[in-house]
């Protein structure tokens, strides 16, 4: 597992598809619940808990788990820490395309 | 290293940013307001300002209460859908749109319509019209949403 870039900018965490797609789905909300997450990007359960895990140890993802109408839920946001990673890496990602035209 | 660390074939960064934008927009379009709400909100609005005037105000009202079933639907499926994160500014195009969708409602008000005839043609104008400037102003913000995502870090 390589540790996340300390840098803004291209960020090797983030670089991979699944957590790459974790994060843009939750750049624009204030959080999701893991099934809402999970039905979005169509992955199975085992593999986005594997992802928030790696995410969340890296401090980019918020991971509450509440409960509701007796049954518990999983909640998850994007920590400012991540979004301002997520953000960096998709800049570079942009200054990528723009020296490959 | 497992398979889903890693991209299939050799990067492209491109690809990765059309996978950013598809995640994205598919995440902002479930968190706004569904197409069949904003359709028949419109609706009722258009029934409500093609028919001031002409019938009496218990009718408008009952018509305008019609407006609460589908706030309870809009509160009802919303519940179950993530929950959005408001942007710190509102678009320029969103405010512009949603002004033209207040003044068409406000200029209907100068056509006083003298038959039915007139009254479904008033209905028609008035709801192509708000409908129009409701979808330009949802656009906007949807794009507005989208670039606040994977621009802004607070």
């Given amino acids: ?101 | 290293m497992t398979s889903d660390d890693s991209w299939p074939t050799e990067f492209n960064p491109a690809q990765a940013l059309a996978d950013v934008d598809g995640a994205s927009s598919s995440m902002v379009e479930s968190t706004d307001a569904p197409r069949g709400f904003m359709f028949a909100l419109v609706a009722v609005i258009a029934t409500v300002f093609a028919l001031i005037n002409v019938v009496s105000w218990p009718v408008i009202f009952g018509l305008s209460a019609l407006a609460v079933p589908l706030f309870l639907w809009y509160y009802l499926v919303m519940r179950k859908r993530p929950k959005r994160r408001h942007a710190l500014e509102r678009s320029k195009a969103y405010l512009v749109y949603f002004l033209l969708f207040s003044a068409v409602l406000h200029l209907s008000g100068y056509w006083g319509p003298g038959s039915w005839g007139e009254v479904a043609a008033k209905w028609l104008v008035v709801f192509a019209l708000a409908w129009t400037s409701i979808s330009l102003a949802r656009k906007a913000d949807l794009q507005h949403r989208l670039k606040d995502a994977s621009e802004s870090c607070v």
């Fill in chain 1, 1 to 101: 597992m390589k540790a996340a870039s300390s840098q803004v900018g291209f960020d090797e965490l983030i670089h991979a598809p699944v957590r790459l797609r974790i994060c843009a789905s939750l750049a624009p909300l204030q959080w999701a619940e893991f099934a809402q997450l999970r039905d979005a990007l169509e992955v199975a359960d085992s593999v986005l808990s594997k992802h928030l895990k790696q995410l969340s140890e890296a401090g980019y993802v918020e991971v509450e788990r509440f409960s509701k109408g007796g049954r518990s839920y999983v909640r998850v946001a994007l920590s400012r820490n991540g979004r301002k990673a997520y953000v960096g890496h998709v800049a570079s990602l942009r200054a990528m395309t723009d020296e490959t035209t």
